[in-house]
Structures are given as C-alpha cells and as structure tokens.
C-alpha cells in the first residue's frame, strides 16, 4: 500500500514516493539526538489537471511536502519524480531547467514581489529566467496574455504592487507562477489570507486556469471549505503522515479515519437548519520531535485501544481509490456512531 497505485490515478504528472524529511536539532532528548520527523514515509501522486489537497493542523508537515516537492532543499529519503525522471538526487544545475515546471504560489504574494518592479517587470523575470521570450516586443506579448489569463486589464502591467489589493496581488503571484508554462503549481495556503468573496473568485480563478492549461495543482490549506470546492483528491495529514486519501466526494460523503472525521466535523453545512455534530479533539498536535509510538493519533483518539499504541497501522484500501490508516476493521462512520468503548474491547 506504500505506492502511490493505492489511488487508481494513472497518468502521473508527479510520483512521490516514501517521502521522508528529518532535520537535526542542537542538544538531545533523553541522550537521544533531536530529529524532528517532519514528513515521514508519505507516498502519493498528481495528476495532469488534477488538484490534489493536502490538509491538516498546522505543524503537521504540509508545507514541508510542498518544499520538498519543489526540490526547495534536499530530502532526508525517498523519490519525487517528473515524467518518470527523479528530481531529488539532481544536482543544483541540472535542476535549473526543471525548476519552470514547478512553480508556487504563496500566502502573502507581496511579500515574495519586488515592491520596486512593476508588473510587467514580476511577470517578465521567470519569463528571461528561463530564456521563454526572444526580444521585447514577444515579452510584451508574453505578459498581456499572461496578464488575461488572470483577469487583470493591461494597463496593470505599468503599475507596482502596493497600488494593488490582496487579491489583485494574488493574481499578479499567480501570473508569476503561470509565466514559465509550468505542468505542476504548489499553491501553499494561497488563499488564506484573502476575506472570503475574495478567495472565492481566486479559487475560481485557480479552478479555470487549471482547466484551460491542463495543470497539477499541490493545494495545500487548512480551510476545509475552500478544499471542498477546488480539490479532486484530499490527502489528511497528521503529524508526518498521510492518515486517510481520497476522491473528495467519497472523503466528505463518508470520512473513514478518525482524525479525518474530527477535521471535518468542524467544515459548517451550507444548509441553514443541518448541524453537524463537532468532534472536539482532545490534546494539542504531539511534538513530531517524539511522535507517540504505534499509531500517531492513539493520544487523541476517541476510538484508541492496545494495539494501537504498540504498532503503526498502514494505508489500505477501503473503497475506490480510497485509502486510511487505522487498526478498526469496521471504521466508524461518524464518531457518534459506533465507538466501542476502549474497556469493552478484547
Ligand atoms: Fe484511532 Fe487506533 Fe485507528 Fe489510530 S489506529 S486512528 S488510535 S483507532
């Protein structure tokens, strides 16, 4: 179940595979070195056109995938390739071409813009970088449809950043990220920042962007109802893992692990009058410097018994293209529904 076949998605924009990444910290724990176990042992794939969301608490290690994926420092263990071609052991050279198929959009775009270059300018750097326009009158072509390609007039291209609002300068990242003609875009909580009517005409723009260029999205957010609305696929991941994979309809319809039932338990019903019972977890996220032993979640878990402290349970498949980690047989449906107490199991 290690392979990223677990998900039935065949044409493979993007294989991961047994993605680890550990960083050392000075001093030691109990005469032990500190590792942080930031990813640890996480496989999946994207797809051409394909969005696939990575959520869970922050500090789980989403963002650390994304780097990882963007090859933004080396990984501790593990494969990531492109068109069949693995990216992690190229050296810093022999990266550089691959680096225009995989771009990022960020949080704050204004932070990664020059607050002194005009549009034109953002958008024309990845554009000469990548050596993608032959003279000035072609740039100027390059960035006008670029400049349309997110819905700004053309005359946004003389102007700089501050003169924008946040989700005009999250369109200007996302022209940036769209210039080189990238196959794969890591958008890293991309929309969170942004007040909702906002975000739902970025996530619009993203969802059409994506439809007309054939893209992969990583999408990688903690708002569960913006996932909702742009993913294909959802990966849960807790503490360095990916604890549940699935299509969206079937991981909203029917959330089989119990840390994914908790997350979504808190996603509000659009429709007035429909409740749903929230999950409150106990506990805060363990420290991924010492996960807790056997399953990662057993410390906050409604449904925790022995075993689940002793050994890790693995993804299997338990529906079409659908994937979870835990030890019951019978996975609950709904927290409320089904749990054995802890003392009436054998
Ligand atoms: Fe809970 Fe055990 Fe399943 Fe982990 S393996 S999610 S602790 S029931």
């Not at 993007?14 to 042992?41: E, M």
């Not at 000469?128 to 449809?145: I, P």
């Not at 991981?251 to 999950?279: C, D, K, W």
């Not at 990662?296 to 693995?314: I, K, L, Q, S």
């Amino acid at each position: 179940t290690r392979s990223g076949s677990v998900t039935g998605v065949q044409t493979c924009a993007l294989p991961i595979s047994n993605l680890k990444k550990h960083y050392s910290l000075p001093g030691s724990f109990f005469g032990q070195p500190r590792i942080v176990r930031a990813v640890d042992d996480l496989s999946f794939e994207i797809a051409r056109g394909e969005t696939l969301a990575l959520v869970g608490e922050s500090g789980c290690g989403k963002s650390t995938v994304g780097k990882a994926v963007l090859r933004l420092f080396d990984i501790t263990s593990g494969q990531v390739l492109l068109d069949g071609r693995r990216i992690d052991e190229l050296s810093d050279g022999r990266l550089r071409p691959l680096r225009r198929r995989m771009q990022v959009v960020f949080q704050d775009p204004f932070s990664s813009l020059n607050p002194r270059l005009s549009v034109r300018e953002a958008i024309a750097e990845p554009l000469r970088n990548f050596g993608l326009a032959a003279s000035g009158a072609e740039m100027d072509r390059k960035v006008e449809e670029i400049l349309d390609r997110v819905r700004l007039p053309h005359d946004a291209a003389r102007r700089l950043p501050h003169e924008f609002s946040g989700g005009q300068r999250q369109r200007i990242g996302i022209a940036r990220a769209l210039a080189p003609s990238p196959d794969l875009i890591v958008c890293d909580e991309a929309v969170s920042a942004l007040d909702v009517s906002v975000k739902a005409q970025i996530v619009n723009l993203l969802k059409d962007v994506q439809q007309e260029l054939g893209l992969a999205l990583l999408f990688i957010s903690h708002d569960l109802a913006v996932v909702e609305n742009i993913s294909h696929r959802i990966a849960v991941m807790y503490l360095g893992k990916i604890v549940e994979m699935a299509p969206k309809r079937s991981l909203f319809a029917g959330p089989r692990h119990p840390y994914t039932q908790a997350l979504l338990s808190a996603v509000p019903i659009p429709e007035p009058g429909v409740r749903r019972e929230r999950i409150l977890l106990r506990g805060d996220l363990p420290s991924p410097i010492s996960p807790p032993s056997g399953c990662r979640f057993h410390t906050r878990c409604p449904y925790v018994f022995d075993r689940c402290r002793t050994e890790e349970p693995e993804l299997r498949n338990i529906g079409p293209a659908h994937v979870a980690a835990c030890h019951l047989d019978a996975l609950p449906k709904r927290a409320s529904e089904g749990a054995v107490p802890e003392k009436a199991r054998v």
